[in-house]
């Protein structure tokens, strides 16, 4: 069976308080409406540290070193057209202040509260990591 294979990195922004940053996917786009890490799809011959340093720029207009990003765990969730790998890093420091620079709504989420926020599939098994991290 040959699967399209997608990979995303996604990022576990964590702020002085412990609180970790999610994003709304916007309406219009493929599960508008839930919340998600931030992050993006990692382009062929790019490296998901990489993707990462230049969605979060792109997304949050923050900067982030590669030294600051820490992996923490990964999912696999298999969607009807195509098969997601996403590994999860944890980052605590960056430069520049969190703001949506694509029309998304951001929210600071205490980590007992992240199950509070519908998520895509793919995401929901990665709170119970982030909660054993952070607690």
């Excluded at 990692?42 to 230049?54: A, F, H, Q, S």
């Excluded at 992240?114 to 607690?135: F, G, K, Q, V």
Aim: hydrophobic share 40%.
């Amino acid at each position: 069976m040959n699967v399209n294979l997608v990979l995303v990195a996604a990022c576990a922004l964590i702020d002085a308080d412990g609180r970790v940053l999610l994003a709304q996917r916007p309406q219009g786009r493929p599960l508008a409406g839930l919340w998600e890490f931030p992050g993006g799809k990692v382009e062929p011959g790019e490296r998901p540290e990489t993707c990462l340093i230049r969605e979060l720029e792109e997304e949050l207009g923050i900067v982030v070193n590669q030294e600051c990003l820490a992996p923490l765990t990964f999912a696999s969730h298999t969607y009807p057209d195509f098969h997601l790998l996403m590994p999860l890093y944890v980052c605590r420091r960056w430069h520049g202040t969190v703001e949506a620079k694509e029309a998304q709504r951001l929210k600071w989420v205490r980590p007992d509260e992240l199950r509070n926020y519908p998520m895509p599939p793919a995401d929901e098994p990665l709170i119970s990591h982030l909660t054993a991290l952070l607690s």
